[in-house]
């Protein structure tokens, strides 16, 4: 009986090949015909495919039409206690919503906490951007110091504020600066050394400094002024036209 279902089966495996063949044959030369997928065309980027092959929408009113390059300057201590200022600047250019960190020779090494500050100021200002614009917008960031190592989180209300601007198109403010952490719920968190990071605006066109609240102090250098903002939206008011 098993001779017998096995002399039964044999034509069956040998037609497989053959069919196999015949299908992948008949498959090549329909799909010569086949309209092919338009250009732009990202309708199966809904159904889970990679999110890197969708192509910038020109028709989004929101989004950046070029490359727009902003910058901020940053309230710091060095690593000898002294108030400084550092620099970010922000490239913002049409893409699919990737945010990334400069590292090159001579740029500061930046810390994880940093990273991780940064990362959450930049989601706050794409979820508050207007018209869905944040989404659809490519951002690299560059940090210039005087240290070697970019350490804290004291500069996330102060990327929120210029990642937001730079997405709806603000002009930021030359006479003021901000200093505080950033929540993820737009609150700014307590960073400490204000009295040192306010002397960092002396000899400068810088006036004012935004701090968080319960941090304002009345030993600032003459000509400075204080102000406390506890979120993101106040700092941003106070800082763009």
Known sequence: MRDRIKAKRAPLEGAIPLAFIAI??????????????????????????????????????????????????????????????????????????????????????????TQKSLITAVNLARKNARKGGGASTDISFKIIGGSEIVTGRSAGAAIAVLTLAGLEGNKLKNN????????????????????????????????????PMGEKITSAPAGIKIIEAGNFSEGFALMTE
């Open 24 to 113: 992948l044959a008949i498959g090549i030369l329909l799909g010569i015909n086949l309209p092919r997928q338009k250009e732009g065309d990202n309708s199966d980027l809904e159904k889970g495919e990679s999110a890197t092959e969708k192509t910038f929408p020109s028709n989004d009113p929101a989004a950046p039409k070029k490359s727009t390059v902003l910058s901020i300057a940053i309230p710091a201590v060095d690593k000898d206690g002294n108030g400084a200022l550092a620099e970010i600047i922000a490239d913002f250019n049409p893409g699919s919503g990737i945010t990334s960190i400069e590292v090159s020779t001579g740029l500061p090494l930046i810390s994880p906490e």
């Open 176 to 211: 003021i600066l901000i200093t505080g952490a950033i929540n993820e719920d737009g609150s700014i968190g307590r960073v400490g050394f204000i009295e040192e990071k306010a002397t960092s605006l002396n000899g400068t066109n810088y006036t004012t400094l935004i701090v």
